[in-house]
């Protein structure tokens, strides 16, 4: 289905409703999961982007015109001009922490959900739907697939031990056997001891989903006094 040039009452119910199904099958998925763009925002956000396509559509002006004067009009102004909109919306659901970025597929999703809008509201309502389809199959398909894949952890591993302990050299090795990579980073004396703190960043590979470190953990402890392993979120 093309944009017509003149709209009937039953090509803007059809426009909308489809609007409100493919809001509300993406935002089910985003508020089922606590996120703040969620089922109702989602579906609003949606919505805008339908209607607005759906007002061009309505004061496209006709009088005088023929059918090859609508070639050179420039029907890229308002969907650059919504999507630029969204991105102010998008920006604000994205959060930093520390290294804790979150947020980011809430602002995707609500990018996805505008387009999804403007083509239904434009009359590609084929192209919508298969959008739809694609970006349910990525929300909720996908996402299994994104937390089995092996990825980057790391933490930061403080030990105490003697100065002449041998620990910066030793402690890598041990834990490399495991397949686990250890990083000196720095030390420092601890006050009125003998003992210094070593810091060490150590990284390792497993899926998202996987059970916190505690093997690495117990194997540290049973060979160094470890004051503190602090996992650390990743920031890219």
């Not at 308002?78 to 970025?101: M, S």
């Not at 953990?217 to 470890?226: G, K, M």
Request: glycine share 10%; aromatic share 6%; with cysteine.
């Amino acid at each position: 289905m093309t944009m017509p040039l003149s709209l009937t009452w039953t090509d803007i119910a059809i426009r909308l409703t489809l609007t409100m199904l493919a809001g509300a099958v993406i935002g089910f998925n985003r508020g089922a999961k606590g996120h703040a763009a969620g089922f109702r925002t989602t579906i609003l956000v949606c919505l805008a982007a339908s209607v607005a396509m759906i007002q061009t559509n309505v004061l496209l002006p006709l009088s005088g015109k023929t059918s090859e004067s609508f070639a050179v009009m420039d029907l890229m102004r308002l969907p650059l001009g919504i999507l630029t909109g969204v991105g102010f919306i998008g920006g604000g659901t994205i959060l930093k922490k520390g290294d804790l970025v979150t947020g980011v597929t809430t602002a995707a999703t609500l990018w996805v959900v505008t387009v999804i809008g403007l083509c239904i509201g434009g009359g590609q309502i084929v192209l919508g739907l298969a959008a739809t389809g694609l970006a349910v199959l990525t929300l909720w398909i996908l996402k299994w697939v994104d937390v089995v894949i092996p990825r980057e952890h790391r933490a930061k591993l403080i030990v105490s031990a003697e100065q002449q302990s041998g620990v910066i050299t030793d402690l890598p090795r041990v834990v490399d056997a495991r397949k686990i990579r250890a990083y000196f980073m720095g030390q420092k004396q601890i006050e009125e001891t003998a003992l210094v703190e070593y810091t060490f960043e150590v990284s390792w590979r497993r899926p998202e989903m996987a059970s916190p470190p505690e093997d690495i953990i117990a194997l540290l402890t049973t060979r160094y006094n470890v004051k503190s392993f602090e996992v650390m979120a990743d920031s890219a």
